[in-house]
């Protein structure tokens, strides 16, 4: 494995610091927090670590509206506490992977309040201005990503400005070469302090088309989803391209973009030698339910038809990254719902689905991502009121839903599903007061459930959510079946099979087969290489070759020569 890079050998732990662990009773997480439970992660096979932003920030939309790109936000610390951090995540070979958010500042940063003072101040045009239309409207019909128009209007300069996510997060200008130098210095900056890396948020949108035009409208508002109008715009590589050359060349790390809308077969232009970066994020296997974009209020919810979307989008970007770039595996992030319940109906048991994840999430080829919780199995939650979410965009999309005529018993539903704080919960360590998280009053609310699914009371189980990922992060790692895992080819069996996901990684003289059931029928599989093969991992006691009860996972290893 002296060809592999030390990303590719290693699991990544993304950690969302506002609910990972607080340390002062602000009720909110903090870096200490995270430096505190170092050991735990290394627990999971973690040689990196990705920090959601810890930036200074007004927090609109919990730190993805940055006002400093260089500064560490007080209610997370300093920024001794910062390099701190870093020196003991690599006392522990862990690499500390910062979050860079590109395509948009705070409009509390001063680059915008300069902007925004007068079209013939220094940073004018550092940010996406337009003219109103003759009537005085917003000069496109697009709908942002958090809901309601994408266009805001300034007084002092007369101009509305672009927004693709929040009213407090205004697009920058990337047409401007002191924009991009801006931002490379601030990157540049994390690498003299010595971060492993970076996770770009929302790439797919710093190129703006060259005319700004309306586009047909998809909801009742009578505007357009702005991803549609200007997500991955040509000439969006030249720009990423120089960003390679200006900050990631030269470096032992990597880079993971968020590229939302990127498709499977592009993934050769965006990734490997001659791509702009190491691993993409790409959403095909998480857009299942949207089929006409990510609109909560028009979504499928789980019906059986997203298994078998589910195979042939991860089989494609297993194939697309074979001989080009790496893939990196993920089932959750701060933005999506949990796991546990995205591939499944309702009735299935929360760990079982867990681990079935956790087999293919750790078997796969790539790099793989566990979220903060997803290794205890936790599950959406479900609260009485739009009111108690915290989650911008969950009110948005409530609000759209209404417009398209839910009821708000209906539209709160859909937030249940999807909510982005169904993944922003507080950590669950202990059986105790706030689940060990805070001894202040949580900044979210903690699970109801989180005694028996707490990292406690878990680690002493041997069957539990937790043991499982130890257990698979080990036979990834260290275990016979590592050098399979980590750089084994990928092979798709049962393809035409509705109900079960298999597939195979072989490498030398080794195999590894993985054998899941997404239903809650018991379903028997033919695969005649498994009569020579040993079972190494099973999410069920006393497991059969060729059969697979109700939800349950099959790993096996087989000798081939």
Known sequence: ???????????????????????????????????????????????????????????????????????????????ADMERLIEEAKRR?????????????????????????????????WYIWRDAKPDGSAPTNWR??????????????????????????????????????????AANFWLDKGVGGFRIDAIVYIKKPKEF??????????????HSMIANTPGILDFLHEFKEKVFKGHDIFTVAEANGVEPKDLPHWVGEKGAFDMLFEFSHMNLEFPKGELWGQATGYTPAVIP???????????????????????ENHDQMRCTRHYFPDSAPKDLTAKAMASILLTLRGTPFIYEGQELGLSNVAWDSIEDYNDISSKGQYA?????????????????????????????????????FSVGTPWLPVHEEFAS???????????????????????????????????????????????????????????????????????????????TASLEVASLEESSKGLLRPFEAQIYIRETC
């Open 309 to 331: 979307g589910l195979k042939k989008v991860l089989t494609a970007s297993q194939q697309a990254t074979a001989e080009n770039g790496w893939y990196p595996i993920f089932f």
């Open 93 to 125: 070979d862990i690499k500390i992977v910062m979050d860079l958010v590109y395509n948009h500042s705070s409009d509390q940063h001063p680059w915008f309040i300069d902007s925004a003072s007068s079209r013939d101040s220094e940073h004018s045009d």
């Open 1 to 79: 494995m002296d060809k592999i890079k030390w990303w590719q050998k290693t699991n990544v732990y993304q950690v969302y610091p506002k609910s990972f662990l607080d340390t002062t009773g602000s009720g909110t997480g903090d870096l200490n927090g995270v430096t505190e439970k170092l050991d735990y992660l290394k627990t999971l096979g973690t040689g990196a670590i990705w920090l959601t932003p810890v930036y200074p920030s007004p927090m609109v939309d919990n730190g993805y509206d940055i006002a400093d790109f260089t500064g560490i936000d007080p209610s997370y610390g300093t920024m």
């Open 213 to 226: 035009v309306d586009g047909e409208p998809d909801s009742e508002d009578g505007l357009v989803n702005i």
């Open 144 to 185: 942002s990503i958090f809901g309601g128009s994408a266009w805001k209007w300034c007084e002092a300069r007369q101009q509305y400005y672009l927004h693709t996510f929040a009213e407090a997060q205004p697009d920058l200008n990337w047409e401007n070469p002191k924009v991009r130098q801006a931002l490379y210095d």
């Open 400 to 436: 759209l839903a209404l417009e398209e005529g839910k009821t708000p018993e209906e539209a709160l539903e859909i937030v249940h599903r999807y909510s982005r704080d169904n993944a922003r919960t507080p950590m669950q360590w202990t059986k105790g007061k706030n689940a060990g």
């Open 453 to 531: 699914e707490c990292v406690e009371t878990e680690a002493k189980e041997e069957d539990s959510v937790l043991s499982y990922y130890r257990r698979l992060a080990d036979l990834r790692q260290h275990g016979e079946a590592a050098g399979v895992l980590i750089q084994g080819d990928y092979e798709e069996l049962l393809k035409d099979n509705s109900s079960l996901m298999a597939f195979k990684r072989s490498f030398g003289c080794r195999e590894v087969y993985t054998v899941v059931n997404f239903t809650g029928e018991e379903q028997e599989y033919e695969l005649p290489e498994l009569e």
